[in-house]
Protein backbone atom coordinates (compact mmCIF):
# COMPACT_ATOMS: atom_id res chain seq x y z
CA UNK A 1 0.00 0.00 0.00
CA UNK A 2 1.34 3.71 -1.11
CA UNK A 3 -0.46 6.67 -0.10
CA UNK A 4 -1.47 9.35 -2.76
CA UNK A 5 -1.88 13.12 -1.97
CA UNK A 6 -4.62 14.83 -4.04
CA UNK A 7 -4.39 18.65 -4.20
CA UNK A 8 -7.53 21.10 -4.29
CA UNK A 9 -6.39 24.87 -5.15
CA UNK A 10 -7.55 27.89 -7.53
CA UNK A 11 -5.68 28.91 -9.77
CA UNK A 12 -5.53 32.68 -11.41
CA UNK A 13 -3.54 34.16 -14.14
CA UNK A 14 -0.72 34.44 -12.23
CA UNK A 15 1.58 31.31 -12.61
CA UNK A 16 4.02 32.71 -10.00
CA UNK A 17 1.11 32.66 -7.85
CA UNK A 18 -0.70 29.24 -8.86
CA UNK A 19 3.36 27.88 -8.33
CA UNK A 20 3.49 28.82 -4.55
CA UNK A 21 0.12 27.38 -4.04
CA UNK A 22 1.38 24.56 -5.32
CA UNK A 23 4.49 24.32 -3.34
CA UNK A 24 2.52 24.38 -0.33
CA UNK A 25 0.52 21.76 -1.93
CA UNK A 26 3.85 19.50 -2.24
CA UNK A 27 5.06 20.36 1.67
CA UNK A 28 0.83 18.72 2.97
CA UNK A 29 1.66 15.99 0.76
CA UNK A 30 4.88 15.38 2.56
CA UNK A 31 3.57 15.43 5.40
CA UNK A 32 1.51 12.34 4.65
CA UNK A 33 4.09 10.82 3.43
CA UNK A 34 2.48 10.81 -0.08
CA UNK A 35 4.13 8.76 -3.01
CA UNK A 36 2.39 10.87 -5.29
CA UNK A 37 1.47 14.46 -5.96
CA UNK A 38 -2.49 14.66 -7.93
CA UNK A 39 -2.80 18.54 -9.00
CA UNK A 40 -5.73 19.74 -11.00
CA UNK A 41 -6.47 20.25 -14.20
CA UNK A 42 -5.22 24.07 -15.73
CA UNK A 43 -2.93 24.16 -12.38
CA UNK A 44 -0.66 26.54 -14.24
CA UNK A 45 -3.31 29.34 -14.92
CA UNK A 46 -6.97 29.96 -15.64
CA UNK A 47 -7.22 32.70 -18.12
CA UNK A 48 -10.72 34.51 -18.29
CA UNK A 49 -10.90 34.76 -21.74
CA UNK A 50 -9.50 32.53 -25.06
CA UNK A 51 -7.17 35.27 -26.56
CA UNK A 52 -5.73 35.58 -22.57
CA UNK A 53 -5.49 31.58 -22.68
CA UNK A 54 -3.73 31.40 -25.62
CA UNK A 55 -1.42 34.68 -24.67
CA UNK A 56 -0.01 33.07 -21.07
CA UNK A 57 0.99 29.91 -22.45
CA UNK A 58 4.60 28.40 -22.59
CA UNK A 59 6.75 26.05 -23.50
CA UNK A 60 7.61 23.76 -20.05
CA UNK A 61 10.80 23.97 -20.70
CA UNK A 62 10.25 28.29 -20.63
CA UNK A 63 7.34 27.85 -17.93
CA UNK A 64 8.22 29.45 -14.63
CA UNK A 65 5.13 26.88 -12.95
CA UNK A 66 6.56 23.71 -14.46
CA UNK A 67 10.05 24.21 -13.75
CA UNK A 68 9.21 24.88 -10.04
CA UNK A 69 7.08 22.21 -9.79
CA UNK A 70 9.98 19.75 -11.55
CA UNK A 71 12.30 21.36 -9.28
CA UNK A 72 10.10 20.69 -6.15
CA UNK A 73 9.74 16.68 -7.39
CA UNK A 74 13.29 16.45 -7.78
CA UNK A 75 13.96 17.81 -3.91
CA UNK A 76 11.33 16.15 -2.64
CA UNK A 77 11.82 12.76 -4.52
CA UNK A 78 7.96 12.98 -5.00
CA UNK A 79 6.23 12.58 -8.26
CA UNK A 80 3.51 15.19 -9.74
CA UNK A 81 0.65 14.79 -11.75
CA UNK A 82 -0.16 18.22 -13.49
CA UNK A 83 -2.61 19.88 -15.55
CA UNK A 84 -0.99 22.50 -17.90
CA UNK A 85 -1.87 24.48 -20.98
CA UNK A 86 1.12 23.78 -23.49
CA UNK A 87 1.81 25.76 -27.20
CA UNK A 88 0.30 23.96 -30.38
CA UNK A 89 1.36 24.28 -33.79
CA UNK A 90 0.34 27.77 -35.70
CA UNK A 91 0.30 29.73 -31.87
CA UNK A 92 -3.80 30.34 -32.45
CA UNK A 93 -4.47 27.52 -30.09
CA UNK A 94 -3.05 25.86 -26.70
CA UNK A 95 -2.70 22.13 -25.76
CA UNK A 96 -4.36 21.18 -22.63
CA UNK A 97 -2.31 18.34 -20.76
CA UNK A 98 -1.31 16.58 -17.87
CA UNK A 99 2.48 15.97 -17.51
CA UNK A 100 3.92 13.46 -15.09
CA UNK A 101 6.90 14.65 -13.42
CA UNK A 102 8.73 11.70 -11.99
CA UNK A 103 10.93 11.94 -8.59
CA UNK A 104 13.73 12.88 -10.73
CA UNK A 105 12.21 15.92 -11.88
CA UNK A 106 11.60 14.86 -15.18
CA UNK A 107 8.79 14.66 -17.23
CA UNK A 108 8.45 10.78 -18.35
CA UNK A 109 4.53 11.19 -19.41
CA UNK A 110 2.39 13.50 -21.14
CA UNK A 111 -1.61 13.32 -22.05
CA UNK A 112 -3.41 15.18 -24.32
CA UNK A 113 -7.12 16.52 -23.62
CA UNK A 114 -9.44 14.15 -25.75
CA UNK A 115 -12.50 16.15 -25.48
CA UNK A 116 -13.33 19.01 -25.34
CA UNK A 117 -16.08 21.31 -22.90
CA UNK A 118 -18.09 22.91 -25.74
CA UNK A 119 -21.69 23.66 -23.90
CA UNK A 120 -23.79 26.16 -24.08
CA UNK A 121 -26.61 25.20 -21.10
CA UNK A 122 -29.52 27.57 -20.42
CA UNK A 123 -29.11 29.38 -17.75
CA UNK A 124 -25.56 27.47 -16.93
CA UNK A 125 -22.37 27.28 -18.42
CA UNK A 126 -21.62 28.81 -21.60
CA UNK A 127 -18.25 27.73 -22.32
CA UNK A 128 -16.05 26.82 -25.77
CA UNK A 129 -12.96 25.61 -25.01
CA UNK A 130 -12.41 24.20 -28.64
CA UNK A 131 -11.54 28.55 -29.21
CA UNK A 132 -8.44 28.43 -27.85
CA UNK A 133 -7.61 24.79 -27.25
CA UNK A 134 -6.16 21.83 -29.47
CA UNK A 135 -7.76 18.19 -29.13
CA UNK A 136 -5.80 15.34 -28.68
CA UNK A 137 -5.57 12.40 -30.79
CA UNK A 138 -4.52 8.93 -28.34
CA UNK A 139 -5.08 7.69 -25.23
CA UNK A 140 -1.86 7.20 -23.33
CA UNK A 141 -1.47 3.52 -22.32
CA UNK A 142 -1.25 2.92 -18.22
CA UNK A 143 2.16 3.09 -16.91
CA UNK A 144 3.58 1.91 -13.84
CA UNK A 145 4.29 3.91 -10.53
CA UNK A 146 4.63 3.43 -6.82
CA UNK A 147 0.97 3.57 -6.66
CA UNK A 148 0.40 1.09 -9.33
CA UNK A 149 -0.77 1.17 -12.85
CA UNK A 150 -2.01 4.65 -13.86
CA UNK A 151 -3.72 5.83 -16.81
CA UNK A 152 -4.51 9.72 -17.52
CA UNK A 153 -7.33 11.28 -18.72
CA UNK A 154 -8.96 14.94 -18.05
CA UNK A 155 -11.93 16.55 -17.02
CA UNK A 156 -14.80 16.60 -19.77
CA UNK A 157 -13.15 12.80 -20.67
CA UNK A 158 -14.99 11.49 -17.55
CA UNK A 159 -18.17 11.52 -19.47
CA UNK A 160 -17.23 9.21 -22.03
CA UNK A 161 -16.38 5.58 -20.56
CA UNK A 162 -14.77 4.50 -23.66
CA UNK A 163 -11.74 6.06 -22.39
CA UNK A 164 -11.99 4.59 -19.48
CA UNK A 165 -12.25 0.58 -20.52
CA UNK A 166 -9.79 1.14 -23.06
CA UNK A 167 -7.31 2.10 -20.11
CA UNK A 168 -8.90 -0.77 -17.62
CA UNK A 169 -9.07 -3.38 -20.54
CA UNK A 170 -4.63 -2.29 -20.95
CA UNK A 171 -4.32 -2.93 -17.20
CA UNK A 172 -5.09 0.74 -15.69
CA UNK A 173 -5.53 0.31 -11.67
CA UNK A 174 -5.58 3.78 -11.13
CA UNK A 175 -7.61 6.31 -13.10
CA UNK A 176 -6.55 10.14 -12.51
CA UNK A 177 -9.53 13.09 -13.95
CA UNK A 178 -7.73 16.49 -13.02
CA UNK A 179 -10.50 18.70 -13.45
CA UNK A 180 -12.15 22.14 -13.47
CA UNK A 181 -16.14 21.20 -13.31
CA UNK A 182 -18.47 24.11 -12.90
CA UNK A 183 -21.04 24.74 -10.20
CA UNK A 184 -24.03 24.04 -11.81
CA UNK A 185 -22.38 20.74 -13.45
CA UNK A 186 -20.72 19.63 -10.84
CA UNK A 187 -23.32 19.41 -8.32
CA UNK A 188 -25.54 17.26 -10.44
CA UNK A 189 -23.06 14.84 -12.46
CA UNK A 190 -19.27 14.74 -10.31
CA UNK A 191 -20.11 12.19 -7.71
CA UNK A 192 -22.18 10.30 -9.82
CA UNK A 193 -19.74 9.93 -12.72
CA UNK A 194 -16.52 9.52 -10.60
CA UNK A 195 -18.07 6.44 -9.23
CA UNK A 196 -19.64 4.99 -12.39
CA UNK A 197 -16.04 5.16 -13.90
CA UNK A 198 -14.85 3.69 -10.91
CA UNK A 199 -17.45 0.76 -10.38
CA UNK A 200 -17.31 -0.01 -14.49
CA UNK A 201 -13.59 -0.21 -14.35
CA UNK A 202 -13.22 -1.56 -10.27
CA UNK A 203 -10.45 1.18 -10.45
CA UNK A 204 -9.44 3.56 -8.01
CA UNK A 205 -10.35 7.07 -9.24
CA UNK A 206 -8.26 10.12 -8.58
CA UNK A 207 -10.06 13.34 -9.27
CA UNK A 208 -7.90 16.72 -8.35
CA UNK A 209 -10.22 19.51 -8.65
CA UNK A 210 -10.28 23.27 -8.98
CA UNK A 211 -12.56 25.22 -6.51
CA UNK A 212 -13.64 28.73 -6.30
CA UNK A 213 -13.77 32.20 -8.03
CA UNK A 214 -10.63 32.35 -10.69
CA UNK A 215 -11.93 35.49 -12.32
CA UNK A 216 -15.24 37.60 -13.03
CA UNK A 217 -16.06 35.04 -15.46
CA UNK A 218 -15.45 31.40 -13.90
CA UNK A 219 -15.59 29.48 -10.36
CA UNK A 220 -15.16 25.55 -10.25
CA UNK A 221 -16.75 23.36 -8.61
CA UNK A 222 -14.06 21.59 -6.32
CA UNK A 223 -15.11 18.55 -4.17
CA UNK A 224 -11.53 16.83 -5.24
CA UNK A 225 -12.42 13.45 -4.59
CA UNK A 226 -10.91 9.60 -3.96
CA UNK A 227 -13.18 6.75 -5.42
CA UNK A 228 -12.14 3.17 -4.49
CA UNK A 229 -12.87 0.33 -6.63
CA UNK A 230 -16.09 -0.86 -5.16
CA UNK A 231 -17.73 2.40 -5.92
CA UNK A 232 -17.05 3.90 -2.70
CA UNK A 233 -16.01 7.34 -1.95
CA UNK A 234 -12.93 7.08 -0.20
CA UNK A 235 -12.46 11.08 0.67
CA UNK A 236 -13.58 14.47 0.00
CA UNK A 237 -12.41 17.42 0.04
CA UNK A 238 -15.15 20.76 -0.28
CA UNK A 239 -16.32 23.28 -2.77
CA UNK A 240 -15.02 26.42 -0.98
CA UNK A 241 -11.93 28.32 -1.72
CA UNK A 242 -10.03 27.46 1.37
CA UNK A 243 -7.09 27.88 0.35
CA UNK A 244 -4.37 24.95 -1.21
CA UNK A 245 -5.73 22.12 0.48
CA UNK A 246 -4.82 17.61 0.28
CA UNK A 247 -6.74 14.83 0.40
CA UNK A 248 -5.05 11.52 1.35
CA UNK A 249 -5.71 8.41 0.25
CA UNK A 250 -4.15 4.73 1.12
CA UNK A 251 -3.86 2.66 -2.52
CA UNK A 252 -4.69 -0.62 -1.54
CA UNK A 253 -4.13 -2.80 -4.82
CA UNK A 254 -4.93 -5.80 -2.86
CA UNK A 255 -8.45 -4.67 -2.23
CA UNK A 256 -8.42 -3.82 -5.71
CA UNK A 257 -7.86 -7.22 -6.74
CA UNK A 258 -10.41 -8.57 -4.09
CA UNK A 259 -13.02 -6.95 -5.62
CA UNK A 260 -11.91 -8.28 -9.25
CA UNK A 261 -11.56 -11.22 -8.44
CA UNK A 262 -15.20 -11.22 -6.38
CA UNK A 263 -16.94 -9.61 -9.31
CA UNK A 264 -15.45 -10.81 -12.30
CA UNK A 265 -16.79 -8.48 -15.12
CA UNK A 266 -16.18 -10.79 -18.43
CA UNK A 267 -17.29 -8.96 -21.71
CA UNK A 268 -18.95 -10.51 -23.98
CA UNK A 269 -17.11 -8.93 -26.81
CA UNK A 270 -18.50 -11.80 -29.20
CA UNK A 271 -21.86 -10.33 -29.03
CA UNK A 272 -20.53 -6.11 -29.05
CA UNK A 273 -17.15 -4.44 -30.32
CA UNK A 274 -14.62 -4.04 -27.87
CA UNK A 275 -13.35 -0.97 -26.53
Known amino acids: MAVAAVGQLCSTASMSHNLQQCQTLVRLALSYGAKVLFLPEASDYMACSASETVALVKAVDESLFVRGLQD ?4 SRLA ?3 GIHEPAAGGERVKNTTIWIDGDGEISQRYQKLHLFDVAIKDGPNLQESR ?3 RGNAILPPFRTALGNVGMTICFDLRFPEISLSLRRRNAEILTFPSAFTVPTGQVHWETLLRARAIETQCYVIAAAQVGQHNEKRTSYGHSMVVDP ?3 V ?3 LGGEDRGPEVLAATIDLEWLEKVRRE ?3 VRRTDVY ?3
Open 234 to 236: YGE
Open 263 to 265: MPL
Open 80 to 82: INV
Open 132 to 134: SVE
Open 230 to 232: WGK
Open 72 to 75: EARR
Open 273 to 275: AEV
